[in-house]
């Protein structure tokens, strides 16, 4: 038919040129859509069913190419990639700018009782360890005890570190207690990941080739991209937790500088 949608697009791979800054951007705009959350299971599975029949080579008819890239980021958003299991909300790329905003404004705005500290910090990471044990690998399943061990370990490193920089930071600038809850979060990615993802750095990660034949399993590449994840996410806490902690100390000083004149 010549209206037919073509079974020549690429759904494997991104909608846009991944070599350009507009095109990354563009990418992940749609891959942590917040909108996608409040999608229902219906409209989810749906979504798997075009994506599925597509690589399948059967073309629902009417579907446009929109539609189909529409249906292939709504499935990215909520389907595991290796299990194809539909993952925990709030593990989802799609909850993480609204879920990282609430509980990242609660530890700047809550950091200078001991009580607040504690209890953000163990907020933020339950939350980590649900977001890592959503996307772990699918080839490397983990046992109670080691998700256990995973979520308590970074759990009291994010807690001892807030709290003794905490209280040293009694001694220093105010400025300096701002930054506690970056320090925490930051030393506590250290451990989690390492922690959640155990598994993966004993029995490696599978390796592909271009064509997406599985050559076998590294655990350097396994190292590799965990590393990458545990840069990257202190990466992504800076602006939030760094840049706004100076940006709003230097207001400060000069709203205190134009009271005084």
């Excluded at 990242?104 to 001991?114: A, D, E, H, Q, W």
């Excluded at 996410?233 to 902690?245: F, H, S, T, W």
């Amino acid at each position: 038919m010549s209206g037919e949608l073509s079974l020549n697009i690429d759904i494997k791979e991104p909608r846009w040129d991944q070599g350009t800054f507009m095109g990354r951007a563009k990418h992940f705009f749609m891959v942590t859509d917040p909108r996608n959350v409040l999608l229902s299971s219906e409209t989810l599975d749906e979504a798997r069913m075009v994506v599925e029949d597509y690589r399948a080579g059967n073309v629902k008819p009417g579907l446009t190419e929109d539609e189909l890239w529409r249906a292939k980021y709504i499935y990215d958003s909520a389907f595991h990639p290796d299990t194809g299991e539909k993952m925990f909300v709030i593990g989802r790329m799609s909850a993480q700018v609204p879920m990282n905003m609430s509980i990242t404004g609660c530890m700047l705005t809550f950091y200078r009782t001991t009580p607040a500290v504690v209890f953000w910090q163990w907020v933020n990471q339950s939350f980590n360890a649900v977001v890592n044990y959503t996307n772990r690998s699918g080839d490397a399943p983990m046992t109670v005890n080691q998700l256990g061990a995973a979520y308590v370990s970074a759990t009291t490193g994010a807690v001892v570190t807030a709290l003794g920089l905490k209280s040293l930071a009694t001694r220093l600038p105010p400025i300096v207690s701002r930054f506690v809850p970056f320090a925490a979060v930051a030393a506590a990615n250290c451990i989690n990941i390492p922690f959640m993802r155990q598994r993966e750095l004993k029995y490696g990660i599978p390796v592909l080739d271009e064509n997406g034949n599985r050559l076998g399993e590294s655990a350097n590449a396994a190292k590799q991209a965990i590393v990458q994840v545990v840069v990257s996410r202190i990466g992504m806490a800076v602006p939030a937790m760094g840049n706004v902690n100076i940006i709003s100390a230097g207001l400060l000083i000069n709203c205190c500088f134009f009271c005084l004149i």
